[in-house]
């Protein structure tokens, strides 16, 4: 199937960082991949379900309603995930969420878009010291379990953790986001394996692409 043929239909779903809180141009990273995939001849009809705040627990919550009505149709759905940095902050002396409960809040968002191909977007790099070291383990954590289940993985924190534009971004913004330039950091690091995920052809959906029902 030609480039020019195919219906690709991507849902990218996550926190604030997938809406592109921050960023002037309104495009964040997602925006700036969209536009990459077809600047290489591959036009997307792309979803943007981030939301502020929400850690990988919420997110997985509403994947089994926001996601099916938007690739029911699709020749090749695909489902690009990002979240971590929401579970990573401190409230009553521990964690939003536990890294295990991120581990399965991963799992239930593979299961619940099931059989559509799932690719994560790791969470990128923070300024706060101590927080950061939670976000790198947790991104070593989720590395781990896409291995082992065969989700593609891209690191966003190793993209970012050493750049002195991302931090010098996210310090001139609110101290969480960055601004137009951190978002083209970042979505220069995840635009070349994302398009590379979906420049393949689907071959493990069924043949309307429909995602399975919400068990």
């Known amino acids: 199937m030609s480039t020019g043929t195919r219906d690709v239909r991507v849902c990218f779903v996550g926190d604030s960082f997938v809406a592109g809180v921050g960023d002037p141009s309104g495009l964040g990273w997602v925006g700036r991949v969209v536009a990459a995939s077809a600047a290489r001849g591959l036009p997307l009809t792309a979803y943007n379900l981030g939301v502020r705040r929400q850690t990988s627990v919420e997110v997985a919550a509403r994947l089994p309603v926001e996601v099916p009505p938007r690739l029911a149709a699709a020749g090749e759905p695909r489902v690009v995930l990002s979240f971590g940095v929401n579970d990573t902050v401190m409230e009553d002396g521990a964690p939003r969420v ?3 409960a991120t581990v399965e809040a ?11 191909p799932v690719l994560l977007v790791g969470p990128p790099a923070v300024v706060d010291p101590a927080q950061d ?17 065969g989700v593609p993985f891209v690191d966003a924190h190793a993209a970012t953790a050493a750049a002195h534009r991302w931090h010098r971004e996210v310090v001139a913004g609110d101290g969480a986001h960055p601004g137009a330039d951190g978002y083209a950091l970042l979505a220069d690091a995840v635009a070349g394996p994302i398009l590379d995920w979906l420049g393949a052809p689907v071959s493990d959906v069924g043949a309307a692409g429909t995602p399975a029902a919400a068990p």
């Open 133 to 149: 070291a939670r976000v790198r383990h947790l991104t070593a954590a989720l590395r781990s379990v896409c291995a082992e289940t």
């Open 106 to 116: 991963l799992h239930a968002a593979v299961r619940a878009v099931a059989p559509v």
């Open 98 to 100: 536990d890294p295990g």
